[in-house]
């Protein structure tokens, strides 16, 4: 079964812009989760999808947000690029949203804001 | 809420030595916890999980973890390092009515040859 996937791998944007990342769970997994990796922050949540509806948010600014399609892919957009959202933005995917079900990770998206 | 505590946030171990890695856990209710490990450019990677069925769990590459209640902790070991576990290790907690998994800042492992 192929993992996660992540598209793309490395992004760079300059403040002020927005971006769309992408994020396709292992086949037959309906739910997505998104974290943010800083080195002075760690690993944070940002909000989990289930079968196209928000289940959970993160404590982020309105400027993330995010979605997922039916196919289970998810994207995450956010709007208004800070010099601070320079980070590595992992996603994770899994069958159910059991809080005992592994989360299975991609390998990210590295942005840089410039 | 819930929260890990890792401390000590770079490890140098040995080739061949004991790695042991702490986690410190808080959970109003039981929680489940899980061992990742991050390999540079990559994403996490599970180690192990503990899920109640078990307090000693066996995980990939060798590790293990304990559970104990009492001490609200879920330290990672392994008998001996190899040069390949270096990496970045991360503690992480979710519980029930709680999807979220809640990260400790982690713990760089470096192994000396």
């Known amino acids: 079964k192929a993992g996660v996937t992540q598209t793309p791998r490395y992004l760079i944007k300059t403040r002020g812009q927005q971006v769309t990342l992408s994020c396709s769970p292992i086949?037959?997994?309906?739910?997505v989760s998104w974290y943010q990796q800083t080195p002075g922050q760690g690993l944070q949540f940002l909000f989990e999808?289930?079968?196209?509806?928000?289940?959970n948010k993160g404590n982020f600014p309105g400027r993330f947000s995010g979605r997922q399609f039916s196919n289970s892919r998810s994207e995450m957009n956010v709007s208004t690029l800070e010099l601070g959202d320079s980070a590595l933005y992992l996603c994770?995917?899994?069958f159910g949203s059991g809080n005992q079900e592994t989360q299975y990770f991609g390998p990210g998206t590295r942005l840089l804001v410039l | 809420a819930q929260s890990v505590t890792q401390l000590g946030s770079h490890v140098s171990v040995s080739e061949g030595a004991l790695v042991l890695l702490r986690c410190n856990y808080s959970?109003?209710?039981?929680?489940?916890l899980f061992w990742y490990v991050q390999y540079p450019n990559q994403g996490l990677q599970l180690l192990l999980k503990?899920?109640?069925?078990?307090?000693l769990v066996k995980g990939i590459n060798g590790f293990e973890a304990e559970f104990k209640k009492s001490e609200t902790s879920f330290h990672l070991t392994k008998p001996s390092a190899h040069m390949s576990d270096a990496a970045e290790y991360f503690c992480?907690?979710?519980?029930?009515?709680?999807?979220?998994?809640?990260f400790g800042k982690g713990n760089q492992v470096v192994v000396i040859p």
């Open positions: 994770a995917s899994r």
């Open positions: 086949s037959g997994h309906r739910s």
């Open positions: 999808y289930f079968s196209e509806t928000q289940r």
């Open positions: 959970s109003s209710v039981p929680p489940y």
């Open positions: 503990y899920t109640s069925a078990a307090t």
């Open positions: 992480a907690v979710s519980q029930y009515g709680n999807n979220r998994l809640a």
